[in-house]
């Protein structure tokens, strides 16, 4: 095991990623390492028809043509601009394809209201510039900089977030490909090698926060990533990333299949109820995403291997759940109560299973909570 | 011919891809087989998709080449007499059978409904219009009629919106072919690197046999078509019903064969390719003869042509939006670049100007056939040169197309779609882009975070290659109902029959003859749903006669509707009054459902004859009802109808004397019941009440008798504090109960408080009572007044609400009522109000007290001098006389007077 708590895709994928570029045949763009072919292989996992040697895991799940479109935006000339629900996979998709592409998915600038010009363009080291005056060697380069020396792909997490003159500093640089340092008298341009591209995220539950220019959304293509409905899939992404996690810190515990059935059919009826639901005190803060399904179940798994039996139980699970989902005192608290008794209340009686457990585990959870 | 070495291959394969030759081994030789057997048949089988352009031009090229004499073709047998009318309709066009009237089958499957869509990019269109239009070509459709459709399969119930212009139809197609099970679909879709089955088919199928000679075409079509029927059959139901299909078939042809004595060599069988590669013994012109055609049921079925769409028909077969688009584009272009000269039938409504087509040449002569699927299997796929110039037009045309719609879309992104459709169709594996891919290209740059407009990006596209076609019946081609329909409304001088909603104004004053248009159109508004005819000024009441009216007409976007009405009748009077007639004697029919339908006969179709045999028919529901439910509903018709004879009929029909006759002695029955039962409310009794009393005077004066209302009411002991209100009314009007005793009754409610908080529940009580007793207007507000004054808050707060949904929904009628009698006792300006004393409390004054005569008298007479001078100015004439002595006897002894007084009072 590393001694990263979390290693980048890169670094965790680094032997796929040999293999795949020792066997890729394919073109490639620019300075790419490996062609779009083997990327779309990468990301969505390798089957036997491909006619490879050996297997390469799906990564992230969804759509084939939302991969594929992300990819083809990145050999255009324009940046990518990754826009869904919380929780959808957005990340780790920019992730991947950064890792994929220039090994480096880690040039990453994160969006917040305090992120200002200097975080995408260059700052100064200050003692330095005293010392030494304004030089190249003073200047402390953003990621956004570092890709376009390297001709890599730079990555800028919840574009939203970031006010809009932060937001126009980009324009330039996707229209233009460089970045000019007026305070230096030569080498003053900083020009963007071949290669070069941006992969930037976005809540659309943020929408209206700081909204992008019309200047900056024709500078990306936005590809859109839905929230995962088909059960099959996000069944398949739950055991994935809780498989990881379960390597991560080392616990060897059975998530059992009945469990991660009880689970993925509570967030369904929740999200139909949330659809259902008039006003927003009749629906849940949470987005109830996939995301979401896994901090539940991680939850759970991490209660039941330190507080617990070592062994996962639907009652945990039923208490996490409430846990997690809770977050306005009042209004959520009575939407889970609501749905305990009005949903899992019968189905035990029918159906039986795990799910009077799973009722209790949440009624306990409730009665503390409230 | 023999497929010798593609069966050595295919055994190789199966030993090589398996342990050994086993099931996959079946799979393949028994492919090869049936590709074997279709092809030795000496009746020549034509494989075909739907909706593929491929199959309809492999299907022009090879009728112009051979040139058959007769053609079999896979739709019901039952539809075969429309097809000549398809030349008037614009496609797509279906065909369809229906009935209302089903014997044979449940009750509730009906209306039934097959249809079969036609569109001009079909492999049977050209084999339809070929046939039709070549003379000494016989076409005769072989598939089982459309009642054996629901023998074999019964419908499935499933909603369907409410625009969809097929309705709840079964759709049947020529040339289903499609995976039967998911899984295989899945995996086909995957591999393929293609998002839907339309897709693959068009990217594994209908390019590589875009120019493929016929031999090819056949066995390829053959070997698909036995593919999905060997790896995934499916539901066995469904296998079976499509097996009797092909007995069905080929019995019917050898029938055709044997009677016509047609030679198959000169006959071409048209079929889906899933057909093509059956195994049923009945299969071929040497199969056996042991399928019994179960007889029809007596089922009656009609048969016309409804408008169909592309949109309606990928709705309808679950294909991809767009799709039937894109085949038909394809289909275009197909022609162009193959020259191939498809057929068309002679006057097609929409098509190209027909020219005169030039006979056919003689047809070529037979090459042998060869084994053409060794040398297909193993060539690689055929790649589709990338078409810059079709790509660069699509992306400027899109751009456009965008910008139209509220997209900040620029010649960028022209360039950016053009770019990354490219890459795209690179990275799946071919040289030039499908529409889907660049469907896919548009999205990725012209799409943001929000659509501008009604429609987005991908809708664009689907519009851009070809958007949805709506096809239209032509007027030679419908039902003499709605032919007679748009003749009738000629007089508006309207293109009824395009698509679309159009505005009629009718000024009926100055043209008279519009309003034989206005009667038509009231009747299609109770006939068609509503959105087809809708009135936007002008109604139609009850001997009320039009004067202006406009309509919003939308008859051809509802072309459909019209069209089953055409399946009803010939005439829209004889539809209405089948309608009426089935409403009225229908055995849920209630008294009030009957009075409805008298009502519309008079308003729709002006028949006495029919609202006389329907309002017999309501005398007869009258009577055998036991229950008062719908007395409102009886009450308000049956006023309706009494005013309208009053007013327009010189004596008032018998129905309608018998019913008042009827009704009277009916009510009276049930009035004691009714008060008493908790199930009539109180609505149900007032109607009542209202009906007796209303209709009294002509019930009288028929015969009936008093004493029985009488009776009835004195029998009536209702506990609910309302309907005891009621029946105090009905006394009142009896003339059993005076107003003071009435009153007396309230102020003892009011006074006990025991009884206060029913009080409300008397007073609406009351409220009803207005209907039949509407003198008691005044006491209403008189109660209503006390209510407020004196109920306490806790009692009169809950009941305020009550109050205002009964006023609500009776207000109509009362509420002007109670504000006219309101507004005339309370005082008009807030300063009367502080002297106001309610007229109830304000107690008669006494009876003025006889006073003495005042003095004036006698000096009048002592001095006569200033009246004569008044009365001279007033210019009055006369003379005094000498007061009578009477008076002054009176004066005296006014105890006489007195005592006379209170006798009399």
Request: hydrophobic residues 40%; glycine residues 6%.
């Amino acid at each position: 095991m590393s001694d990263l708590l979390r290693a980048p895709a890169e670094l965790k994928y680094a032997e796929e990623l040999d293999w795949l570029e020792s066997v890729d045949d394919n073109p490639k763009p620019f300075s790419w390492r490996l062609s779009p072919k083997m990327i779309r292989l990468f990301v969505l996992g390798a089957e036997r028809s491909d006619g490879l040697e050996r297997e390469i895991a799906q990564k992230w799940f969804g759509d084939r043509s939302i991969v594929e479109r992300a990819i083809v935006t990145l050999a255009s000339d324009r940046g990518l601009l990754l826009i869904g629900d919380p929780g959808t996979g957005k990340s780790w998709l920019a992730e991947l394809l950064a890792a994929a592409i220039s090994r480096n998915s880690t040039q990453v600038v994160q969006g917040t209201a305090g992120t200002t010009e200097d975080h995408i363009k260059y700052s100064w080291n200050v003692s330095m510039v005293i010392a030494k005056g304004q030089s190249r060697e003073s200047m402390i380069p953003s990621p956004i900089m570092n890709a376009m020396e390297s001709g890599t792909i730079g990555r800028f997490e919840e574009l939203t977030r970031s006010t809009s003159d932060v937001q126009d500093a980009l324009i330039s640089i996707l229209s233009e490909k460089y970045i000019s340092v007026p305070e230096l008298d030569h080498d003053n341009i900083v020009f963007a090698k071949p290669g070069f591209s941006v992969i930037a995220t976005a809540n659309s539950r943020d929408r209206g926060v700081n909204d992008l220019s019309s200047a900056l959304k024709r500078r990306f293509n936005f590809v859109r990533i839905p929230v995962v409905t088909n059960k099959k899939s996000e069944a398949e992404i739950v055991r994935f990333r809780t498989e990881e996690l379960l390597r991560r810190h080392q616990i060897e515990l059975d998530v059992p299949p009945t469990l991660l059935d009880v689970l993925l059919r509570s967030f369904a009826d929740l999200r139909a109820a949330s659809a259902a639901a008039g006003s927003d005190d009749e629906k849940l803060e949470s987005a109830l995403s996939t995301a979401e399904q896994i901090g539940v179940l991680e939850d759970a798994i991490l209660h039941s291997n330190f507080f617990g039996s070592r062994e996962l139980t639907a009652r945990t699970l039923g208490s996490s759940l409430v846990g997690s989902l809770s977050r306005r005192a009042p209004e959520d608290l009575a939407i889970m109560n609501k749905y305990l008794h009005g949903v899992v209340e019968p189905r035990g009686k029918d159906e039986g299973g795990l799910w009077p457990e799973f009722l209790a585990g949440g009624r306990d959870t409730i009665a503390t909570l409230s | 011919m023999s497929f010798e070495s593609l069966r050595t291959q295919l055994n190789e394969a199966a030993t090589a891809f398996s342990d050994g030759p086993g099931a996959l081994e079946g799979i393949l030789l028994g492919m090869v087989d049936d590709v074997d057997r279709a092809v030795r048949e000496p009746l020549e089988i034509f494989p075909v998709c739907h909706h593929s352009p491929a199959s309809a031009v492999a299907m022009a090229r090879r009728l112009r080449d051979k040139q058959p004499k007769v053609i079999y073709l896979e739709l019901c047998e039952d539809m075969a007499p429309l097809l000549t009318e398809l030349r008037n309709c614009r496609l797509p066009v279906a065909v369809q059978a229906f009935s209302s009237e089903v014997d044979g089958f449940p009750a509730d499957w009906a209306p039934l409904s097959v249809v079969a869509p036609i569109t001009e990019a079909s492999a049977e269109y050209q084999a339809i219009a070929y046939a039709l239009d070549t003379p000494g070509v016989e076409l005769v459709l072989v598939d089982r009629s459309s009642d054996h459709v629901f023998q074999w399969q019964p419908p499935e119930t499933k909603a369907s919106a409410e625009d969809a212009l097929h309705g709840d139809a079964v759709g049947v197609e020529i040339g289903d072919l499609r995976p039967r099970f998911a899984e295989l679909e899945e995996h086909l879709l995957h591999h393929g690197k293609v998002r839907h089955w339309s897709e693959w088919w068009h990217q594994y199928v209908e390019l590589p046999l875009g120019d493929s000679d016929h031999d090819t075409y056949r066995q390829v079509m053959f070997l698909i078509g036995s593919l999905f029927r060997r790896l995934a059959p499916g539901d066995p139901h469904r296998v079976r019903v499509d097996e009797d299909r092909e007995r069905y078939m080929w019995t019917r042809m050898r029938e055709h064969l044997a009677a016509s004595g047609a030679d198959p060599a000169e006959c071409l069988y048209v079929c889906g390719a899933f057909h093509a590669a059956s195994r049923v013994a009945e299969f071929g012109v040497e199969g056996t003869d042991g399928f019994v055609i179960s007889p029809r049921s007596a089922t009656k079925w009609q048969h016309g042509l409804i408008p169909s769409s592309h949109a309606a028909i990928e709705a309808q077969f679950g294909l991809a939006p767009g799709s039937v688009s894109i085949a038909a584009t394809e289909w275009a272009k197909n022609l162009k670049r193959t020259k191939v000269k498809p057929f068309q039938l002679a006057g097609q409504a929409g098509g190209k100007k027909a020219r005169k087509q030039p006979a056919l040449p003689g047809p070529v002569a037979e090459p042998t056939t060869a084994d053409q699927l060794s040398g297909f299997l193993q060539r690689p796929p055929v790649l589709d040169r990338l078409d810059e110039a079709e790509l660069l037009g699509w992306s400027v045309e899109i751009v456009r197309a965008a910008r139209r719609n509220g997209y900040l879309a620029s010649t960028a992104d022209a360039i950016a779609v053009f770019e990354t459709s490219i890459l795209l169709a690179g990275m799946r594996d071919r040289a030039r882009p499908t529409p889907y891919d660049f469907q896919d290209a548009a999205v990725t740059c012209i799409e943001k975070d929000v659509v501008p407009g009604r429609r987005d990006v991908r809708r664009l596209v689907e519009i851009m290659m070809g958007g949805d076609r709506i096809g239209q019946v032509g007027y030679d081609a419908l039902p003499p109902l709605a032919r007679d329909v748009h003749d009738r409304l000629a007089p508006l001088n309207l293109k009824l029959q395009q698509r679309g909603v159009q505005r009629a104004l009718l000024d009926i004053t100055s043209q008279p003859e519009l309003e034989a248009c206005s009667n038509l159109l009231w009747m299609l508004r109770y006939l068609l749903p509503h959105a087809s005819a809708r009135p936007i000024m002008g109604e139609r009441k009850l001997g009320e006669r039009p004067i202006q009216e406009s309509w919003d007409l939308a008859l051809g976007t509802h072309q459909r509707s019209l069209i089953e009405l055409g399946y009803e009748g010939v005439s829209v009077e004889q539809v209405v009054e089948q309608r009426l007639r089935r409403s009225a004697y229908d055995p849920q029919a209630t008294t009030a459902t009957v009075l409805e339908a008298v009502e519309d006969a008079i308003r729709y179709l002006h028949s006495p004859r029919l609202a006389g045999e329907l309002g017999t028919r309501a005398l007869e529901v009258l009577s055998g009802e036991r229950t008062v439910d719908g007395a409102p509903e009886v009450l308000k018709r049956s006023r309706r109808l009494l005013a309208y004879y009053r007013t327009n009929e010189p004596v008032l029909p018998q129905w309608i004397e018998s019913f008042v006759r009827t009704g009277y002695a009916h009510y009276c029955t049930l009035l004691p019941t009714a008060f008493t039962e908790e199930e009539a409310g109180v609505d149900q009794v007032a109607a009542m009440l209202g009906f007796l009393f209303s209709m009294e005077s002509l019930a009288l004066s028929l015969g009936c008798d008093r004493t029985q209302l009488e009776l009835a009411v004195a029998q009536s002991h209702p506990e609910e504090p309302s309907k005891v209100a009621l029946l105090w009314a009905a006394q009142v009007h009896l003339g059993r109960l005076s107003r003071a005793e009435l009153r007396a009754r309230c102020d003892e409610l009011l006074s006990n408080p025991l009884s206060l908080p029913s009080y409300p529940r008397y007073l609406s009580g009351f409220v009803h009572a207005l209907d039949p007793v509407p003198s008691l207007v005044d006491f209403v507000v008189e109660t209503m007044s006390n209510a407020f004054a004196h109920l306490p808050d806790p009692l009169l707060l809950p009941w305020l609400p009550s109050l205002i949904s009964t006023l609500r929904s009776r207000g109509a009628q009362f509420v002007p009522l109670l504000v006219k009698e309101a507004g005339r006792l309370f005082p008009g300006r807030l300063p009367a109000l502080d002297e106001w004393v309610p007229p109830w409390l304000d107690e008669p004054a006494p009876v003025a007290v006889r006073t003495r005569t005042g003095q004036g008298l006698a000096l009048l007479a002592a001095h006569p001098e200033t009246c004569d001078a008044v009365a001279a100015l007033l210019g009055c004439e006369g003379s005094w006389q000498a007061a009578p002595g009477g008076v002054a006897l009176l004066n005296r002894y006014p105890d006489t007077a007195v005592a006379l007084e209170a006798l009399m009072s």
